[in-house]
């Protein structure tokens, strides 16, 4: 079997040269017009329907596909992406549009074709199970899959032909596609076998933090954890969060969950030096390039340390949560350039990203004209035909930084500022309120002129959990700036989520827009996120209007968000619901990306829900929640700034009347690991040399892990022994019982020890014959499918 996938993973191997140089070259369109119309074509995601008529026979995800594929003894190709991914776009043009990749597709594969903003929780699963085989993640997500759903081997972008890069073989995607097809027909029994052990790496990977529940004390400290990590790694020279190690150097993302979490502590903590640094942050992503200059609104990323040069997609859940960033800033620092840039981002979106009805689209593509960039990029040229006045010409070339070397891929530039308007104003003797009203002008020129241009594609789906992102930063903008319009549009938009996008028992739908028939329909199981994400929103509409029936929409679509989604015996929610359809895995979301976590939010609701209602029952949810979770607060606080803010807001409001709410509750009257393992030591001398018998008394319902505990997910719990004299570690032989071997349905197998175990040490010839100290480290859980655990604890004991 190790042989047969080496075969595999060879053929993948040179593929790890991701997004290597490649030619854009589409397939004639009089090829793709005699194509017919495959499966595909009756969908309603954009997406998708740009694959409506490749040669490559797709469906959707969905039972047909692996009926067809366990029917015909066939594997799986699964591709995942969306509609403003560049490299998606590539590998449609090279590969899914051409009839030769398409008959080998054909011919050997069941081919599925994913929107991966329809469906997070299949390209979640999925690319965790690409992480779990060492690879790294991006999209177009590929997959090779059993017929059962299991997965093989996968990757990103492959281009259509075998290439050498610097000597190395780098195989194609028709390559690869023959080679997967020749080992599973040779070898499919291994290949299954392998698939079960990437399918178990995968849901142990989507589950490995919350195996123990430690009870882990709620403080201040903890809740500062995040801030203080991320304080540490922001880039003193151009802000925001980046990595320390590598000098800040590579792609930077704006990732506002964080920065609102350090301007959060930057307030609470009255630490002027922090304010500074995410003011930096703030100051330097308004004035670079991936900030739309022109015509408003934020691009994707930064592909470089400076923000200068940016992706140039522009996504919904970017800017609303920028826009609720900004406006949370302005309420602590009423800096002019934050409402300016939350007002042009609120009129992109309004102009750009709003349905007729209300509603908001999901993103713009990077590319026009098989380009990227090219709609929102300038020459000189350009700039002297749409402005014409010479003055004009010069104020624009000196405010946006547009000298006569170009910014982007040296041929154009990508307007900038190089520093504050108030900078500029000030040289012009002006105010800034008058040259910010010229630049208006001017910039509503250029919009004029590049609205002319080949349009970037726009995904007009509606997803709930990014409108009810976008309805909380309209809300907060109009609460914060006193613009009656922006809670307007957010009114508009809730209305429209409401009404449109809800079963007849009131639960949410993912997704809206044209189905085949040319009728908008909503559709798909909405996850946590949306609950999360939409009640978040409509919270914020309540903060802004105080209009009762936000809050009780929020109550009811909380309620059914616990009664489908909730864990009942650990706490947090699960991503999909109860009677969502059934994977190999069922993940629980809870880090922080360029999204905040569903159980981040779910958390930060819970306590607004309280604070707004004054109902306990709330609170209570927030803190199961936060126990099931606080784990990885406490390792990990920059992963999960949501929980952290969380944290806060539920300390912020303990009582006297219940101080026992600040430390971690007691299981069975026990609070600490001393309260339930002791440990005793006798010393004695056998054949000349030192021995230890330690005795670990472990008091019922209590255990401790063995060592070895023989599951590498528990490895960090197992009990250890060190030995130390005079400070210095002694190398000595420990002999450890195997102890009692568990099967646990939510852990694995595993093996404890209970009751009572004795550890067994040889010291070493020469050992020093004077005190030494004995260092017993363990974990102490309570027993059964649902226990507790507490923290681990090394107990040291001195032995004579």
Partial sequence: MKTCFNRLIAAFAACSLLLAPCTNQAAPMEEKAKHKPNRLAKESSPYLLQHAHNPVDWFPWGPEAFEKAKKEGKIVFLSIGYSSCHWCHVMEKESFSHEDVAAILNKHFVCIKVDREERPDVDDIYMTALHSMGARGGWPLSMFLTPEGKPIVGGTYWPREDREIEGQKVNGFKTILTKVHEIWTEKPKDIETQAQHYADETNSALGRALKANPLIKFDRDLAKGAAQQMSEEIDPVHGGVGRKASKFQGTKFPMPSSIYTLLDHAVREKDADLRKQVKLTLDKMLMGGIYDQVGGGFHRYSTERTWTVPHFEKMLYDNSQLVELYANAYRNDADPQYARVIRETLEFIRREMTSPEGAFYSALDADSNGEEGEFYIWTVGELEKALGNNDDVALIRTVYGIGEKPNFEDKAHIPRLNKPLAEFAKELNLTLAQLDERLASLKAKLLAVREKRERPFLDTKVLTAWNGQMIAGYALAGHVLKEPKYIEAAVKAADFILKNMRTKDGRLLRTYGKNADGKFEARLNGYLEDYALFVHGLLNLYDATGGKRWLDEAKALTALMIKWYGDADQGGYYFTSSDHEKFFARPKDYTDNVQP????????????????????????????????????????????????????????????????????????????????????????????????????????????????????????????????????????????????????????????????????????????????????????????????????????????
């Fill in 597 to 800: 976590s569903g159980n981040g939010m779910a958390a930060r609701n819970f306590m607004r829900l309280y604070l707004a209602t004054k109902d306990p029952a709330y609170r209570e949810l927030a803190e199961k929640s936060l126990r099931q979770f606080a784990s990885i607060i406490r390792a990990f606080p920059s992963g999960v700034p949501s929980f952290c803010i969380a944290m806060h807001s539920y300390l912020d409001q303990a009582t006297p009347s219940e101080p026992a709410k600040k430390d971690a509750p007691v299981v069975n009257g026990m609070e600490s690991t001393e309260d339930v393992v002791k440990v005793d030591v006798k010393s004695a001398m056998v054949g000349g040399k030192r021995t230890l018998s330690i005795t670990i008394n472990i008091v019922e319902p209590w255990y401790i892990y063995a060592n070895d505990v023989g599951n590498k997910e528990l490895a960090g719990a197992a009990t250890r022994v060190a030995l130390r004299a005079n400070g210095k570690l002694l190398d000595a032989t420990i002999d450890y019982p195997e102890g009692e071997l568990i099967e646990n349905k939510s852990v694995g197998s595993y093996r404890r020890y209970d009751k009572t175990v004795t550890i067994k040490v040889l010291l070493p010839e020469g050992a020093p014959e004077g005190p030494l100290e004995v260092g017993t480290t363990v974990q102490a859980c309570t027993k059964g499918e649902s226990g507790k655990c507490l923290l681990t604890t090394t107990l040291k004991t001195l032995v004579k």
